[in-house]
């Protein structure tokens, strides 16, 4: 079973409007982090924000935040006021501290277009 | 610090050939990834790294590829023989895990191309 699901290959948003990118989660171990990056057309990844299982609030960083829904293992990103410089892949992530193995495991990506 | 450093950022080698692939870490971190990234199947965890122990290599697609991490600030990632299936971008990442933890921080990739 996929650990990380991202159910949209691609989304549009008009700039200056809010998007959210959806991620799902599946694990049974209690302490885990969850990541989102960015990946621009140039190839690189870039780390946007972090959430930890233990973390009562929703993190936050600039226009990012993670709405964070423990019980329904989601944890989708949303960014406000989009850029056209927002246009690229995003990646949900996970990582889970139990059993000894800690790697990094990514979904498959959205695409998010960013419209003038 | 410089980030994680890859090399080569380009490669493209004849099917066959060997295929080494580096990775310098950022300084004191005590993880390492390496991924492969390709069009049909995204981002796929090759092998992992803690304390430059292999803890999961299962991943690593088969018995022609070969990870290393011979100390904490030198990894590399080796192909042999290279086949054109291979051809993808290599990421090499690098977080620390200790109390708490922190994101992996990506190199450039590497494009291999096996023709």
């Known amino acids: 079973a996929q650990k990380i699901t991202q159910t949209q290959p691609g989304m549009f948003v008009q700039e200056k409007e809010a998007v959210t990118l959806d991620c799902t989660y599946d694990?049974?171990?209690?302490?885990?982090?969850l990541f989102w990056y960015k990946q621009p057309s140039s190839g690189e990844m870039i780390f946007l924000i972090y959430q930890g299982s233990y973390d009562e609030q929703n993190a936050t960083e600039g226009r990012y935040s993670l709405n964070f829904q423990k019980a329904r293992k989601s944890a989708n990103l949303v960014i406000s006021a989009s850029q056209l410089g927002d246009s690229a892949m995003y990646f949900c992530a996970m990582r889970e501290f139990g059993a000894g193995s800690y790697q990094l495991t990514f979904g498959k990506g959205t695409k998010l277009s960013v419209i003038p | 610090d410089a980030g994680v450093i890859q090399s080569p950022r380009h490669e493209v080698t004849e099917m066959g050939q060997e295929v080494t692939l580096r990775c310098k870490p950022i300084?004191?971190?005590?993880?390492l990834f390496w991924y492969r990234q390709t069009m049909m199947r995204g981002l796929e965890l090759l092998i992992y790294f803690n304390n430059n122990v292999p803890i999961d290599d299962s991943g690593m697609p088969e018995d022609r590829f070969s990870a290393k991490m011979p100390n904490a600030s030198f990894s590399t990632l080796k192909i042999q023989p290279s086949e054109p299936r291979d051809s993808a971008v290599y990421f090499c990442a690098s977080s620390f895990y200790g109390r708490g933890d922190t994101e992996a921080f990506f190199g450039q990739g590497t494009r291999l191309t096996v023709v």
């Open positions: 694990t049974s171990d209690q302490s885990y982090g």
């Open positions: 300084s004191g971190h005590n993880s």
